[in-house]
């Protein structure tokens, strides 16, 4: 069955140091990958998609397919960056996605 | 653009009775929409897919007679939680996506819905 699995429930770091945030995918066919966020008291939100391969709020992500990953990155940290993250697969021939866990992400001052 | 608005924001109900949450799509029509369900500190659960005048799809160990999905037009969703327990207080999530080439596959969130069944 397909799976996304983002190893980190928790990740801290503090403002102005690099950030990544994992995600692996399962899935033996041609992956659509995206990654949403979810800010304090606001609603899930995409954020970005591995097919638009670009940069949103600093972040990028490139999809690995010998690794099955789609790791998000950021190299300099801000504090309006503290947000609940999720990686999100999207099968071919199907509507729905699936979710990763989520990380929560806390940068410090 | 592309603005979901869910409702209410949060119910409380009698065990026993039945909710209805709406979902619509404010700027957009939706070809398709989701429902999803999230507990406390986990992630979002599928519950189910649904297409504009179809019957919606739901996913495996969801009870289609408990959580009952009308999606009658491009704009409008509706989940109703029958007979309610407390075991189904919940945090549930719809989200909807346009047909829009550019925007494809991208799925808009409503803020979501509290469900307090005592």
């Known amino acids: 069955a397909q799976r996304v699995t983002q190893p980190e429930k928790l990740l801290s770091v503090f403002k102005g140091a690099p950030v990544e945030l994992k995600c692996n995918y399962s899935?033996?066919?041609?992956?659509?990958l995206f990654w949403y966020v979810q800010y304090s008291r606001q609603r899930l939100q995409l954020l970005l998609r591995?097919?638009s391969r670009e940069s949103i709020k600093g972040f990028t992500a490139d999809l690995n397919k010998g690794e099955t990953s789609f790791h998000l990155k950021k190299p300099f940290a801000q504090e309006e960056d503290s947000a609940m993250y999720y990686c999100?697969?999207?099968?071919?021939?199907?509507?729905?996605?699936?979710f990763g866990q989520g990380t929560r992400l806390t940068i410090n001052p | 653009g592309a603005v979901v608005s869910q409702h209410p924001s949060w119910v409380i109900c009698k065990s026993g009775t039945s909710v209805k949450i709406e979902c619509r799509s404010l700027?957009?029509?939706?070809?398709?929409m989701f429902w999803y369900r999230q507990f406390p500190k986990q992630s979002l659960m599928l519950m189910a897919t649904?297409?504009?005048?179809?019957?919606?799809?739901?996913e495996q160990g969801v009870e289609k007679d408990k959580f009952l999905i009308n999606h009658a037009s491009l704009t409008l969703s509706t989940l109703t939680v029958t007979s309610a327990h407390p075991e189904d207080s919940s945090f549930y999530i719809c989200?909807?996506?346009?047909?829009?080439?550019?925007?494809?596959?991208?799925?808009?969130f409503g803020a979501g819905t509290r469900l307090s069944v005592l």
């Open positions: 999100a697969l999207k099968i071919q021939g199907a509507q729905k996605l699936v």
């Open positions: 700027d957009f029509q939706a070809t398709t």
């Open positions: 591995h097919i």
């Open positions: 899935y033996s066919g041609s992956p659509e």
């Open positions: 649904s297409n504009e005048g179809s019957k919606a799809t739901y």
């Open positions: 989200s909807a996506t346009q047909p829009n080439r550019l925007a494809k596959n991208i799925q808009y």
